[in-house]
């Protein structure tokens, strides 16, 4: 369960995606991640990123504590290395220490979204949004970062 809550929006942000299952020994779902492609823009000129953006990672209490997050995060990982400029979320307190073992990092500069009404500062997602370096990009996590537009939350 989302400590937040999870809205309808929540729901469709991982539709589409690619969906990572966990299950138990004896054939039960006990943990969902999806990666989902965005493009976030980097730096003061909006520079475009082909970004895996992670969505719905969740474990059953019941399995928690056990590494399930921690093994998703690894295949998670191995994807966007292959497949993207780079990786990124928006974690929750929970999430956070699991992100940061596997090698995410908190972005630090200035946060952006794209909305209707222009570019907008959303400076309270601050300290949760977390990105993962591959090879392909040499990023500046001082610098502004902007996410693409959708409905409910924009990270
Ligand atoms: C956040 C969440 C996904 C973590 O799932 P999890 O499977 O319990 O995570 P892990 O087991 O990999 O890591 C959690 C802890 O178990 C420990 N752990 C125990 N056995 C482990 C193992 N074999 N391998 C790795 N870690 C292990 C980790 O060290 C970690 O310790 P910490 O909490 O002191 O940092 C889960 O708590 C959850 O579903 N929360 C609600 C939804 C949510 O907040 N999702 C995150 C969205 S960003």
């Not at 966990?22 to 943990?31: F, M, P």
């Not at 907008?120 to 949760?128: K, N, P, S």
Request: hydrophobic share 40%; proline share 3%; with cysteine.
């Amino acid at each position: 369960m989302f400590v937040e809550g999870f809205t309808d929006a929540d729901w469709d942000h991982g539709l589409g995606g690619l969906h990572l299952m966990a299950e138990s020994d004896d054939g039960r779902l006990i943990g969902h991640s999806c990666i989902v492609q965005r493009h976030l823009m980097v730096g003061p000129q909006r520079t475009p990123k082909r970004v895996g953006y992670i969505e719905g990672v969740a474990v059953d209490t019941a399995a928690r504590g056990q590494g399930v997050a921690s093994s998703m995060v690894a295949e998670i990982n191995d994807i966007i290395t292959r497949a993207y400029d780079f990786g990124a979320l928006c974690a929750t307190e929970q999430g956070l220490p699991v992100y940061r073992r596997a090698g995410w990092q908190v972005w630090r500069g200035p946060l952006w979204a794209s909305t209707p009404d222009g570019i907008v500062a959303t400076e309270e997602d601050r300290g949760a949004v977390m990105i993962y370096e591959t090879d392909s990009v040499a990023l500046d996590l001082d610098t502004d970062l902007t996410a693409d537009w959708r409905v409910g939350d924009v990270w």
